[in-house]
């Protein structure tokens, strides 16, 4: 839960780098809250509590892409990928799971040597 409400901290940054269990916990959690709202919406008639999440967490949900992005080196403008139907999120998918840079980059130092 640590890794969830992190990235929710860092609301709106988008520089220095972020570890793939970062991103991938906050994907996890976001889905699970996203599964657990949209039941909800649809129990009480009201569906637009899963669209309001979705849209709370749009920056911090960017954020993390671009910090993971740049802990493999890529440019944040790498997430325009996703506008290609299905070979851009592909492409993001490797790219998400790809290991960082060991050593310091452009970004910022190596996030695990802190770990």
Same mark, same amino acid.
């Given at each position: 839960?640590?890794?969830?409400?992190?990235?929710?901290?860092?609301?709106?940054?988008?520089?220095? &780098?972020? &570890?793939?269990?970062?991103?991938?916990?906050?994907?996890?959690?976001?889905? =699970?809250?996203?599964?657990?709202?949209? =039941?909800?919406?649809?129990?009480?008639?009201?569906?637009?509590?899963?669209? +309001?999440?979705?849209?709370?967490?749009?920056?911090?949900?960017?954020?993390?892409?671009?910090? &993971?992005?740049?802990?493999?080196? &890529?440019?944040?403008?790498?997430?325009?990928?996703?506008?290609?139907? +299905?070979?851009?999120? =592909?492409?993001?998918? +490797?790219?998400?799971?790809?290991?960082?840079?060991?050593?310091?980059?452009?970004?910022?130092?190596?996030?695990?040597?802190?770990?």
């Amino acid at each position: 839960m640590n890794w969830y409400l992190d990235v929710l901290k860092k609301y709106a940054t988008f520089s220095g &780098r972020a &570890r793939r269990k970062e991103y991938w916990m906050f994907t996890l959690i976001s889905f =699970i809250v996203s599964i657990a709202l949209s =039941i909800i919406g649809a129990m009480l008639n009201f569906p637009a509590i899963g669209y +309001i999440y979705s849209l709370a967490v749009l920056l911090p949900c960017l954020g993390v892409m671009a910090r &993971r992005l740049h802990d493999t080196g &890529r440019s944040g403008w790498w997430i325009l990928l996703m506008f290609i139907p +299905i070979i851009g999120a =592909i492409a993001l998918l +490797i790219f998400f799971c790809q290991d960082s840079e060991k050593q310091t980059n452009a970004f910022g130092p190596n996030p695990k040597a802190f770990a």
